[in-house]
């Protein structure tokens, strides 16, 4: 059996296959960024919430925010091979290499993030050759969950935004300034936090103050994360993975269409592609 791992900084999707990629066993956990959690509560999730579940794992394939460096990989690495029998190998790498592997197989193209985070790279087909430096929602991110969710409460706590939206925001969360303002400053995984109202803004796209917010982060987003590659006009494939790219498509392909980027594929997380490339590659080496 395989286990593959997709490990946003929201929510981690595990799923357990055979060598023929049938789905055996489907278990949702939090997000396991390394840059957020310790090695002892990435492995303490870990066999609490998943080894209990799976059974006659021969390898992991661990794709997460938070991954692409090898300090941080290993970290993950060392944290789930606490609970795994000597003989199962550990693969752990980026969202992103996930994003590339999962839209375009071994097709070489641009893939990108939009979820709770957003990045990008440039695929050859077998490995990642460049890629836009990952800062995080304070420094860049533009497009993603908490980056929206960030800008949409500071007007609505500005009172900037219609009285009757932001009466339903405090009906439906009831939350007060102080409880948001400690939420974000003073407690752990403010991203997460802010990135969680996504359902709300979405709820409200329509309105002209929240359509703006998304189209000014889209175009932001392009600007950062896509325009910067001298390759962007001669690639046959652009893909966009993650909630946030797939829930806000409408948004995301018309800001596209403006700036002349065609996107090829827009999935809402890589999983089904990842499944399918580990196992044609497993069977080619066998």
Same mark, same amino acid.
């Given at each position: 059996?395989?286990?593959?791992?997709?490990?946003?900084?929201?929510?981690?999707?595990? @799923?357990?296959?055979?060598?023929?990629?049938?789905?055996?066993?489907?278990?949702?956990?939090?997000?396991?960024?390394?840059?957020?959690?310790?090695?002892?509560?990435? #492995?303490?999730?870990?066999?609490?919430?998943?080894?209990?579940?799976?059974?006659?794992?021969?390898?992991?394939? /661990?794709?997460?925010?938070?991954?692409?460096?090898?300090?941080?990989?290993?970290?993950?690495?060392?944290?789930?091979? @606490?609970?795994?029998? #000597?003989?199962?190998?550990?693969?752990?790498?980026?969202?992103?290499?996930?994003?590339? @592997?999962?839209?375009?197989?071994?097709?070489?193209?641009i893939s990108c993030i939009l979820g709770t985070?957003?990045?990008?790279?440039?695929?050859?087909?077998?490995?990642?050759?460049?890629?836009?430096?990952?800062?995080?929602?304070?420094?860049?991110?533009?497009?993603?969950?908490?980056?929206?969710?960030?800008?949409?409460?500071?007007?609505?706590?500005?009172?900037?935004?219609?009285?009757?939206?932001?009466?339903? /925001?405090?009906?439906? +969360?009831?939350?007060?300034?102080?409880?948001?303002?400690?939420?974000?400053?003073?407690?752990?995984?403010?991203?997460? /936090?802010?990135?969680? /109202?996504?359902?709300?803004?979405?709820?409200?796209?329509?309105?002209?103050?929240?359509?703006?917010?998304?189209?000014?982060?889209?175009?932001?987003?392009?600007? +950062?994360?896509?325009?910067?590659?001298?390759?962007?006009?001669?690639?046959?494939?652009?893909?966009?993975?993650?909630?946030?790219?797939?829930?806000?498509?409408? +948004?995301?392909?018309?800001?596209?269409?403006?700036?002349?980027?065609?996107?090829?594929?827009?999935?809402?997380?890589?999983?089904?592609?990842?499944?399918?490339?580990?196992?044609?590659?497993?069977?080619?080496?066998?």
């Amino acid at each position: 059996m395989w286990l593959f791992a997709d490990s946003g900084s929201t929510k981690t999707d595990w @799923r357990l296959v055979n060598q023929e990629g049938e789905l055996q066993v489907s278990v949702e956990t939090e997000g396991l960024n390394p840059y957020f959690l310790t090695d002892h509560e990435i #492995s303490n999730t870990f066999q609490e919430k998943v080894c209990e579940k799976v059974y006659d794992v021969e390898g992991v394939f /661990f794709y997460g925010a938070g991954c692409g460096k090898p300090a941080k990989a290993n970290q993950v690495k060392r944290a789930l091979k @606490r609970t795994l029998p #000597s003989s199962c190998s550990v693969e752990v790498a980026g969202d992103i290499l996930a994003a590339a @592997r999962g839209s375009l197989q071994g097709q070489p193209g641009i893939s990108c993030i939009l979820g709770t985070g957003a990045n990008s790279c440039i695929y050859n087909g077998k490995m990642i050759i460049d890629s836009a430096p990952s800062l995080g929602y304070m420094l860049s991110d533009w497009g993603s969950g908490t980056v929206m969710c960030k800008d949409f409460l500071g007007l609505l706590f500005q009172q900037k935004l219609p009285q009757y939206m932001i009466e339903d /925001f405090l009906d439906t +969360y009831e939350l007060t300034t102080v409880q948001v303002l400690d939420k974000i400053y003073n407690q752990p995984l403010a991203n997460r /936090f802010l990135a969680s /109202f996504s359902p709300f803004l979405l709820k409200y796209a329509e309105e002209a103050a929240v359509t703006k917010i998304i189209t000014q982060n889209f175009k932001a987003f392009f600007n +950062y994360y896509v325009l910067r590659y001298p390759q962007l006009h001669t690639v046959k494939s652009i893909s966009v993975v993650g909630s946030i790219g797939y829930y806000y498509q409408k +948004y995301l392909l018309q800001v596209a269409d403006e700036l002349g980027i065609s996107i090829h594929k827009i999935l809402k997380n890589p999983m089904d592609g990842l499944v399918e490339f580990h196992c044609s590659t497993i069977h080619v080496n066998h």
